[in-house]
């Protein structure tokens, strides 16, 4: 009875940079899963790796080769292998539908940061990120190969020293931010995230980068403390060496009156 195989639960797709895996619950024990796949309206096939198998999740990275097409897949609950059962048609559940191509989420890319020698041009130099997919000359193919002039880059920029913020949008690796976007000299903190405005609105932005930030120019010392701090400072070391002086003023003076007054309390030698 198909009650001895229960149906698979919570059948949902995960891919990030095409790296895509189907996954469900719960953990089999007295019975085994396969998935079946195919592009929607399509023959079902079978992955290899996910016949009878005790695992919850299959990668289908491989497999699904059309990146603008919509698949979906349905995991089978059956006996485990070279187990024998009666049922000509096992318990299964099906999938949503999936299209690589719109639904993978992207994710953080890599980036380096350059400031020119006059401290006026910031450069991020991003690298697209590699995907789970192989070109012909057996090299990871990355996310440029895939959208080309598709993929664009959102960066998210402020101050070091301050909580304000700003964008800019570019759709080349190479983003230059001049003083239209940034103060010479002053250090900025980036965040870069990918950017394809073809996708539905909730996928159209891959995840943030680390916060990466350029440095500074190398500031004076009253850039650094500014004039109020140090005018302060000056006012406070005048006002130590003035209380010093009246404070040894003060004990000069005393010490003369006591000694003068011992002086007068002593009786004149007879002659």
Same mark, same amino acid.
């Given at each position: 009875? !198909?009650?001895?195989?229960?149906?698979?639960?919570?059948?949902?797709?995960? !891919?990030?940079?095409?790296? &895509?895996?189907?996954?469900?619950?719960?953990?089999?024990?007295?019975?085994?899963?396969?998935? $079946?796949?195919?592009?929607?309206?399509?023959?079902?096939e079978w992955n290899q790796h996910c016949i009878r198998t005790m695992s919850t999740e299959c990668d =289908?990275?491989?497999?699904?080769?059309? =990146?603008?097409?919509? %698949?979906?897949?349905? #995991? =089978?609950?059956?006996?485990?292998?070279?187990?024998?059962?009666?049922?000509?048609?096992?318990?299964?559940? !099906?999938? $949503?539908?999936?299209?690589?191509?719109?639904?993978?989420?992207?994710?953080?890319?890599?980036?380096?940061?350059?400031?020119?020698?006059?401290?006026?041009?910031?450069?991020? %130099?991003?690298?697209?990120?590699?995907?789970?997919?192989?070109?012909?000359?057996?090299?990871?193919? &990355?996310?440029?190969?895939?959208?080309?002039?598709?993929?664009?880059?959102?960066?998210?920029?402020?101050?070091?020293?301050?909580?304000?913020?700003?964008?800019?949008?570019?759709?080349?690796?190479?983003?230059?931010?001049?003083?239209?976007?940034? $103060?010479?000299?002053?250090?900025?903190?980036?965040? #870069?995230?990918?950017?394809?405005?073809?996708?539905?609105?909730?996928?159209?932005?891959? $995840?943030?980068?680390?916060?990466?930030?350029?440095?500074?120019?190398?500031?004076?010392?009253?850039?650094?403390?500014?004039?109020? #701090?140090?005018?302060?400072?000056?006012?406070?070391?005048?006002?130590?060496?003035?209380?010093?002086?009246?404070?040894?003023? #003060?004990?000069?003076?005393?010490?003369?009156?006591?000694? &003068?007054?011992?002086?007068?309390?002593?009786?004149?030698?007879?002659?």
């Amino acid at each position: 009875m !198909s009650s001895n195989y229960p149906k698979a639960q919570n059948v949902s797709w995960l !891919s990030i940079n095409f790296k &895509t895996l189907l996954m469900w619950d719960p953990k089999p024990f007295n019975y085994s899963y396969t998935v $079946e796949y195919s592009v929607i309206g399509q023959i079902r096939e079978w992955n290899q790796h996910c016949i009878r198998t005790m695992s919850t999740e299959c990668d =289908l990275s491989n497999v699904l080769t059309d =990146l603008k097409a919509t %698949y979906s897949a349905d #995991v =089978l609950s059956e006996p485990l292998h070279r187990v024998n059962s009666d049922l000509t048609e096992f318990p299964h559940t !099906s999938s $949503e539908g999936f299209t690589p191509y719109q639904d993978t989420l992207i994710g953080r890319p890599e980036f380096k940061i350059e400031v020119s020698k006059d401290k006026r041009k910031i450069t991020l %130099y991003v690298e697209d990120p590699p995907i789970a997919l192989f070109n012909e000359q057996n090299k990871l193919k &990355t996310m440029r190969d895939v959208f080309a002039d598709e993929l664009q880059y959102k960066v998210t920029f402020g101050k070091a020293t301050s909580t304000g913020k700003k964008t800019k949008m570019s759709a080349s690796s190479e983003i230059e931010l001049d003083r239209r976007d940034i $103060e010479p000299g002053v250090s900025y903190c980036f965040k #870069v995230q990918a950017y394809i405005p073809s996708r539905s609105t909730d996928k159209q932005l891959g $995840e943030l980068s680390q916060t990466q930030c350029s440095p500074g120019a190398n500031k004076s010392f009253f850039e650094e403390f500014g004039i109020g #701090v140090i005018a302060g400072f000056i006012l406070l070391v005048i006002a130590i060496i003035v209380v010093a002086i009246v404070v040894t003023v #003060v004990c000069c003076r005393r010490t003369r009156k006591a000694n &003068t007054s011992g002086k007068e309390g002593v009786p004149l030698r007879s002659v």
